[in-house]
């Protein structure tokens, strides 16, 4: 079975600096999708980033970019020039490649601090 | 173009009784997926939605069913409520042609048994 870990409980970082969030997962297919979701205070979750398994290059939306290491199967979130929008939970996600399947498997978040 | 809405938005019921939670997928989108998330968890999927017909299924017991309506709109009813039932339920509406590639979630309904 395919498990998500996310091992920072809590972040910080300071408005206009950069934070990495990491995400590691556990899978013995070959090819599916990745996603970072973030989910803020009104508890509605947001998709950030998705990272399709097959491709090489780092998904980037924005000031959003991820680092997937696919042997390593890890897979962290950058967000650059952090804004005090941006604090939220961010939950990590694996899907399946399997046809017809909307199953995501999602980490235990990290709540993302941001200071003024 | 309204989003995915959840209803209500908050729930309190006693152990035992029985609950149903309702959901309106996004404007044009035919497929719905139900997760539960417990307090400082991430979502675990509950169950899918597709042509009125459950589709996949997570680790949940039979207590918990649902229905999806000719409308797409869809139904999650968890009978003979346990206080651990008490969790944020979260709505995820899709179009079936994405193939679950990206989900649009609602903001949930927060239900509490006491």
């Known amino acids: 079975a395919q498990t998500v870990t996310q091992s920072q409980p809590e972040m910080s970082v300071q408005e206009a600096e950069t934070v990495t969030l990491s995400c590691t997962y556990d899978?013995?297919?070959?090819?599916?999708?990745l996603f970072w979701y973030k989910q803020p205070p009104s508890r509605q979750m947001i998709l950030v980033i998705r990272q399709e398994a097959y491709k090489q290059q780092n998904a980037t939306e924005n000031r959003f970019s991820v680092n997937f290491q696919k042997a390593a199967k890890s897979f962290s979130l950058k967000i650059s020039d952090s804004q005090l929008g941006d604090a939220a939970m961010y939950f990590c996600a694996y899907r399946s490649p399997t046809s017809g399947t909307y199953k995501y498997i999602f980490g235990t978040g990290t709540r993302l601090k941001v200071l003024a | 173009d309204a989003g995915v809405t959840q209803s209500p938005t908050h729930l309190i019921k006693t152990r035992g009784q029985q609950v149903t939670l309702r959901c309106s997928p996004k404007s044009g989108h035919d497929t719905v997926s139900w997760y539960q998330q417990a307090l400082g968890q991430g979502p675990q999927f509950i169950f899918q939605y597709y042509e009125e017909e459950e589709r996949q299924r997570g680790n949940f017991p039979d207590r918990f069913s649902g229905h999806q309506f000719p409308n797409y709109s869809s139904e999650l009813n968890v009978n003979a409520l346990l206080l651990g039932d008490s969790a944020l339920y979260l709505c995820?509406?899709?179009?079936?042609?994405?193939?679950?590639?990206?989900?649009?979630f609602g903001s949930g309904t927060q239900l509490s048994v006491l």
């Open positions: 899978t013995s297919e070959s090819d599916y999708y």
């Open positions: 995820a509406s899709s179009l079936y042609g994405l193939d679950g590639r990206k989900l649009f």
